[in-house]
């Protein structure tokens, strides 16, 4: 099968490679001619170091790669995913599969990422979410991850599971591509709200405490936005959460980290220096909350920390402050 991914990171890239493995024709693309050449002539992307690229991957900045492709994977950061898509849209065929695998909401529009793509391809085929607990370092040198298929249409969800899955990366499929978009999306707020208690000090408790009780936020809303409560306790939610709050590859976990320890949001995001998801997605989750009159106090107070600069520590203590509540109820998720 002829498969292309677009989008040169490294999840972008991990994913090439894994096509690679399981005998498909795979091209991948970059929006830059300049990097897709040095890839190919290093057989390295410097995002995976030290991890050699398949001999059979196609690299170019050619957009025209994609014309006959059955399978095309969409990996841009979720600020491209639009301009992406509509690039590609003059070499979809109808039967072609997309595959979105950025996780983010379209800045303003607080669209999902499928949703972009289907209003920058005018909806000419069936698309596809592919999510879970999968950092690229790790999926790049083959070690054992777990996946998500997800569109209401069955068929296309088996296509891509078919597609992807093999000894070291098992890929399961779901209906619920509400709930699958929105938890990948939500989590990564999670993880930056993680990453500044470990910049204050905080340990194993306070991430514990704050993982669970936003968890729960992001299946309210996530139920609220017509997602499915069972997605958000399976790998695309909770798996995807967990994976992203504890690892120190998470671009998310780190940028948090430095602002707990003082530094500003843009120190923290110039010193990241890539793309940290968490940080537009707060606000998205923002106005959805506001829109949807779901309480999140969570989010609304990385929200208030990231964009209106209120103090780390104060939000802390009016956290836990709050009134009480019973766990069990739905009045504790208010």
Not at 36 to 55: C, F, Q, S, W, Y
Not at 227 to 236: K, Y
Not at 263 to 278: D, L
Request: glycine share 10%; aromatic share 6%; charged share 25%.
């Amino acid at each position: 099968m002829k498969a292309v991914v677009l989008g040169s990171g490294g999840w972008g890239t991990a994913l090439a490679m894994v096509l690679c493995d399981n005998g498909h024709d795979v091209t991948l693309w970059s929006h830059n001619s300049a990097k897709a050449e040095e890839m190919a002539r290093t057989r390295e992307n410097p995002l995976l170091k030290g991890v050699r690229l398949p001999d059979g991957l196609h690299i170019t900045g050619d957009i025209a790669c994609l014309e006959g492709a059955e399978l095309v994977v969409s990996a841009a950061p979720s600020f491209a995913v639009r301009e992406t898509g509509k690039r590609a849209a003059p070499y979809l065929r109808r039967d072609s599969i997309l595959v979105t695998v950025s996780k983010g909401i379209e800045r303003d529009t607080n669209l999902r990422m499928s949703q972009v793509l289907q209003e920058a391809t005018e909806n000419i085929c069936k698309v596809v979410a592919l999510s879970g607990p999968s950092h690229a370092e790790e999926v790049s040198r083959r070690l054992p991850t777990g996946c998500v298929s997800a569109c209401p249409d069955r068929t296309a969800a088996c296509f891509v599971q078919d597609a992807f899955m093999n000894d070291y990366f098992r890929i399961y499929t779901s209906y619920d591509i509400i709930g699958v978009e929105l938890a990948a999306a939500l989590k990564n707020v999670v993880a930056l709200s993680c990453g500044i208690c470990s910049g204050l000090g905080f340990q194993d408790n306070t991430k514990a405490l704050l993982m669970t009780r936003a968890m729960a936020e992001l299946t309210r809303l996530g139920e609220q936005l017509g997602g499915t409560r069972r997605t958000f306790g399976g790998l695309a939610g909770m798996g995807d959460l967990i994976v992203t709050c504890t690892s120190m590859h998470s671009r998310n976990n780190r940028a948090g980290i430095l602002i707990g320890q003082g530094k500003t949001v843009e120190e923290a995001m110039r010193e990241v220096g890539a793309v940290v998801e968490g940080y537009y997605a707060a606000e998205s989750i923002h106005q959805l909350a506001e829109r949807e009159h779901v309480e999140m106090p969570i989010c609304r107070c990385a929200y208030e920390v990231l964009y209106n600069g209120k103090d780390v520590r104060g939000v802390v203590t009016e956290l836990m402050t709050r009134a009480k509540k019973d766990e069990l109820l739905e009045t504790a998720w208010m």
